[in-house]
């Protein structure tokens, strides 16, 4: 029984330890650096797959719309809780004035179930932020989608750009599991800023507005990222 109990006990240890790690609750690892930097390149990938996919029409649209983009490259469902969904991911907002991109901040994104319509345990994530008051959102230490800020899915397949004009919700979803892209509900979904990120990447510590609205601090490993964006949205 005794050694039931310590089993037990330390398997509970170890999924607290996860569930800290997605909230972003334990100290910064040395690696953090390296985890920023292959998350920034993973986003870039995650974002020239959707911006070339032949079925996402209406997302290169919207994109070029977009004054806030969001990148999840990997949300998991979770094996310990039924439903238990998160991941890790990039923010870039585009300045309002200029139209030039700022970021990226790092963020995490979970909640206890996600509603992926097309299914899969790992998707890739992509938020579009269509307003300001969607941009004002990630700037605060943690959102929760659908409440602090209105959320819709966002359109995909054959036929999907003809509904992006009547679309007025502040954020956009849209993802790709299994090689399938497609809406996915988001509704519930809590973004908390990833201050162990943000201080390793840029060297040190900073807020998403000073990464986004005061453009207080850059870093030549974004470059490519920013190029993906500037060029799926339009932007010169």
Do not use: C
Not at 80 to 85: D, K, N, P, Q
Not at 139 to 157: C, E, Q, Y
């Amino acid at each position: 029984m005794k050694a039931v109990w310590k089993s037990g006990a330390g398997f509970m240890a170890l999924l607290l330890s996860g569930l800290l790690v997605l909230a972003g609750g334990l100290p910064a690892r040395a690696d953090d650096a390296a985890e920023a930097r292959e998350l920034v390149e993973k986003a870039r990938m995650s974002l020239e797959g959707f911006e070339t996919a032949k079925e996402m029409d209406a997302f290169r649209d919207l994109v070029k719309k977009a004054k806030g983009i969001f990148i999840a490259p990997q949300v998991l469902k979770g094996a310990f809780f039924v439903g238990a969904s998160g991941g890790s991911g990039v923010f870039l907002a585009r300045d309002p004035k200029t139209g030039t991109w700022a970021g990226p901040a790092f963020y995490t994104i979970g909640e206890a179930s996600f509603g992926l319509q097309i299914g899969g345990t790992a998707s890739e994530l992509v938020l579009l932020a269509m307003s300001e008051r969607g941009v004002a959102a990630f700037l605060s230490n943690s959102l929760k989608l659908g409440a602090d800020v209105g959320v819709a899915i966002g359109p995909a397949g054959a036929g999907a750009a003809a509904a992006t004009a009547n679309l007025s919700a502040d954020i956009l979803s849209f993802a790709r599991s299994k090689g399938l892209f497609g809406g996915v509900s988001v509704d519930g979904a809590v973004v908390a800023v990833r201050d162990s990120l943000n201080q390793a990447f840029y060297g040190k510590k900073v807020s998403p507005t000073d990464i986004l609205a005061k453009h207080a601090v850059d870093n030549k490993a974004a470059a490519g990222l920013i190029a993906a964006v500037k060029k799926a949205s339009g932007a010169r």
